[in-house]
């Protein structure tokens, strides 16, 4: 059974930064793409940034302020954000696909963390 485990969520304030950090169990995080992506009450889950198998790096609108990174030997994905906004603030979810490319389509990944709130206060 595959499970993903994010951590790293909480409530702080504009300009600060927080490292979210996803474990896998029952699947290794490079044997396909992962990502990060977001989601706030009432929109679509919005893709962050994803890494590919060869690691390989996309972002969406963040970068430049969020850095996707993985670790093989922990089998574990980070995403280090820094400068949050107040318009940051999500329900923030790691997923992992069985595609070896990353791809910003939510319906592409197949396994999904439980996600780990964002606040970020003004």
């Known amino acids: 059974q595959v499970q993903l485990v994010e951590s790293g969520g909480g409530l702080v304030q504009a300009g600060d930064s927080l490292r979210l950090s996803c474990t896998a169990s029952?699947?290794?995080?490079?044997?396909?793409?992962s990502g990060w992506f977001r989601q706030v009450p009432g929109r679509e889950r919005e893709f962050v940034a994803g890494?590919?198998?060869?690691?390989?790096i996309v972002y969406e609108s963040v970068k430049g302020r969020f850095t996707i990174s993985r670790d093989n030997a922990r089998n574990t994905i980070f995403l280090q954000t820094s400068s949050l906004k107040p318009e940051d603030s999500a329900v923030y979810y790691c997923?992992?696909?069985?595609?070896?490319?990353?791809?910003?389509?939510?319906?592409?990944?197949?396994?999904w963390g439980q996600g780990t709130q964002v606040t970020v206060s003004s």
């Open positions: 029952g699947r290794t995080f490079s044997s396909g793409a």
């Open positions: 997923a992992a696909s069985s595609l070896s490319v990353v791809s910003t389509l939510a319906t592409n990944y197949g396994f």
């Open positions: 890494i590919s198998r060869g690691g390989s």
